[in-house]
Antibody, heavy 118, light 110 residues
Framework: QVQLQQSGPGLVKPSETLSLTCTVS??????????WSWIRQSPGKGLEWIGHIYDSGNTNYNPSLKSRVTISRDTSKNQFSLKLTSVTAADTAVYYC??????????WGQGTLVTVPS | QSALTQPASVSGSPGQSIAISCTGTSSDVGGYDYVSWYQQYPGKAPKLMIYDVSSRPSGVSNRFSGSKSGNTASLTISGLQAEDEADYYCISYTSTSTPVFGGGTKLTVL
């Protein structure tokens, strides 16, 4: 089964850009059949889909975050990444990377708590 | 895309069966057999319990089962155990090729 390892800072200042990376083992971010997703969970709240990258680098994003989100991949490092710009305290959450389908997530990263101080 | 509707909480006694519903529309739950269910313990990543409405991944107890009728999917847990106490989420594929999530259900084992 695919394993996902997340990395990135746990503290981001307001108005700055949140950047996280997910390193994939046991699978390939270049796979034409797999989707590589980012999901977040605000403290005490439910899961929220952020977006995914798939196929030849196509992306889909949650409409509520679309103007601030970019998901990209580095095939040479077998990684995919999340950038969220202009963060506020409302973006404080545990961020997860997940795979392998658009709406089915067998594999999850360990989660990264990202705090944006108010 | 509106979130799928789940009850905020359900409860049951050990040994009993409970069901958690997940209601959507014909553009998501009702239109595709791509509903999945996840179990989440506090501080942990979600775990896939059911996919494609009623399929169970290897290693998941057969006490967990899934079904769908119209725009509503359901997760049933039989022979309830203390370790089943957790949050449960449903997710469905949608007509926009993106997922839609349920709001989550807290299961309490009395």
């Amino acid at each position: 089964q695919v394993q996902l390892q997340q990395s990135g800072p746990g503290l981001v200042k307001p108005s700055e850009t949140l950047s996280l990376t997910c390193t994939v083992s046991g699978g390939s971010v270049s796979s034409e059949h797999d989707y590589w997703s980012w999901i977040r969970q605000s403290p005490g709240k439910g899961l929220e889909w952020i977006g995914h990258i798939y196929d030849s680098g196509n992306t889909n994003y949650n409409p509520s975050l679309k103007s601030r989100v970019t998901i990209s991949r580095d095939t040479s490092k077998n990684q995919f990444s999340l950038k969220l710009t202009s963060v506020t305290a409302a973006d404080t959450a545990v961020y997860y990377c997940a795979s392998p389908r658009a709406s089915r997530f067998d594999s999850w990263g360990q989660g990264t708590l990202v705090t944006v101080p108010s | 895309q509106s979130a799928l509707t789940q009850p905020a909480s359900v409860s049951g006694s050990p040994g009993q069966s409970i069901a958690i519903s997940c209601t959507g529309t014909s553009s998501d739950v009702g239109g595709y057999d791509y509903v999945s269910w996840y179990q989440q313990y506090p501080g942990k990543a979600p775990k896939l319990m059911i996919y494609d409405v009623s399929s169970r991944p290897s290693g998941v107890s057969n006490r967990f089962s899934g079904s769908k009728s119209g725009n509503t999917a359901s997760l049933t847990i039989s022979g309830l155990q203390a370790e089943d106490e957790a949050d449960y989420y449903c997710i469905s594929y949608t007509s926009t090729s993106t997922p839609v999530f349920g709001g989550g259900t807290k299961l309490t084992v009395l």
